[in-house]
């Protein structure tokens, strides 16, 4: 979907204080509805279904605003956008350089309960603006409403307090950080520290080691509902794979498994994410070898470490013993610098096992899932030469913004899968070898 550059975000309330923002928002609701119903319409319908909070750039600051407009057609909000341009703090800064403690946007929430300190006519200004759609059914104007704050010097302490008081009471609150997750880990911290759920998109990141692990440590302190976008991306190949093994036939082929390719264009850690949930979920551990290049993937050996020693106990070693996973699996991330789409995002994985059938002469035989270039069919193709095809329909994996962060929204529960694949793939990209400029 081409989505628009011009914010829809009506200015109905110029600039005001920050700290006065929800009563100058209540006095330009009652202005705009009397308006409304002098000319005999319904009068309008002021809904706040979420708390949206937006931490952005000024280079993202238009196209966040669209999107979060686009997220309130379904999902009536508050948006309190939060522009951060360590620049601009710097130049503020009465001529004193600013140092990385005080580029950093925010330390951490207020203490529930704290009182307002802050004189906030002195502090963080803000514009507040609707955007509304006609409901066809009820003839009212469905409203939401943004915040708009551009922070300028020191102002961290009173910004803080204000977003955290002009959020809608007893309405879920989401955060979407638009930035490279690694880019400020307090900043970050904070917006955890006031949300419920923290939208990221380690797509984005810079230095997506960094990210991975800022997001690993979110969910080890449990206080907060990570969800990526990256992952959700992703979501479709795992719902192909996970269909594709609940045939029996397939599913006699894990045990025997001996390889897993995932092939991307330009998205190394959507590859990354898919072998960590595919290894995790067969209860694989990562070989003290690290990571090596072959023919121009990165490779990395799992073991099943109960198999490994019960086969040193036992001194039996083979498939007889009744394992339900591989014993050993190696895993290829290839990228492909020469693709028939221009569309980025996995294209293929293939899986090798060993071939235990008398009558065919190949000692493997491989399974792969292919994307057709430019197109949402999925080939799967099984055998030593592709005996058996079928041909899948694969979910679009170009999510926009506003369809991540509403599905966020309609789902407020934590991802227990996404939780332990971030913990796992953090394992992973610390181990000697790993570079994502090789994935």
């Not at 993202?60 to 956008?81: D, L, M, W, Y």
């Not at 409403?145 to 300028?152: G, I, P, T």
């Not at 192909?240 to 029996?248: I, N, R, S, V």
């Not at 290894?279 to 070989?287: F, K």
């Amino acid at each position: 979907m081409e989505t628009p550059l011009t914010s829809p975000w009506a200015v109905i309330g110029g600039t005001v204080s920050l700290g006065d923002a929800d009563r100058e928002l209540r006095r330009a609701w009652r202005t705009l509805d009397e308006e409304w119903r002098r000319g005999r319409h319904e009068g309008m319908l002021r809904l706040r279904e979420v708390n949206l909070v937006v931490v952005c750039t000024e280079a993202t600051v238009e196209q966040s605003r669209v999107t979060a407009s686009f997220v309130g057609r379904s999902h009536p909000a508050r948006v309190i956008v939060i522009v951060v341009d360590p620049e601009e703090q710097a130049r503020s800064d009465s001529g004193i350089a600013a140092g990385p403690e005080a580029a950093s946007f925010v330390a951490r929430p207020r203490r529930p309960g704290s009182r307002r300190t802050h004189a906030f006519p002195s502090g963080p200004s803000a514009s507040i603006s609707t955007a509304c759609l006609l409901d066809e059914i009820s003839g009212h104007q469905v409203c939401s409403e943004e915040v708009l704050v551009r922070r300028a010097g020191r102002e961290e302490e009173a910004l803080r307090a204000a977003v955290t008081q002009i959020l809608v009471p007893d309405v879920p609150v989401v955060g979407w950080w638009t930035q490279d997750p690694a880019a400020d880990s307090v900043g970050l911290c904070w917006l955890a520290g006031i949300a419920d759920q923290v939208v990221t998109d380690l797509g984005r990141s810079n230095e997506p080691v960094l990210g991975l692990g800022a997001l690993a440590d979110l969910v080890a302190e449990g206080s907060v509902m990570v969800r990526e976008l990256e992952w959700s991306r992703s979501a479709p190949w795992r719902v192909l794979t996970a269909e594709l093994f609940d045939q029996a036939d397939k599913q006699a082929l894990i045990p025997r498994m001996i390889w897993l390719e995932v092939d991307h264009r330009e998205a190394p850690v959507q590859a990354l994410l898919y072998a960590s949930w595919f290894v995790s979920r067969l209860g694989l551990v990562i070989h003290d070898s690290g990571w090596w290049v072959e023919n121009g993937s990165l490779c990395a050996r799992f073991v099943d470490e109960e198999a490994a020693d019960e086969a040193r106990e036992t001194g039996d070693d083979s498939d007889e013993r009744g394992a339900k996973v591989p014993a050993e699996l190696v895993v290829r991330l290839c990228s492909e610098v020469e693709s028939d789409t221009e569309e980025i995002g996995l294209t293929g994985v293939r899986i090798g096992s060993r071939n235990e059938d008398s009558t065919e002469e190949a000692s493997e035989r491989a399974l792969h899932l292919d994307r057709h270039p430019n197109s949402c069919l999925c080939s799967v193709t099984a055998g030593p030469e592709g005996a058996q095809l079928t041909v899948k329909s694969l979910l679009r994996t170009e999510l926009d913004d506003d369809e991540g962060l509403s599905r966020v929204i309609d789902t407020p529960f934590v991802d227990k899968v996404l939780s332990e694949t971030l913990l796992y793939a953090r394992k992973l990209v610390g181990l000697p070898g790993f570079r994502f400029d090789l994935v």
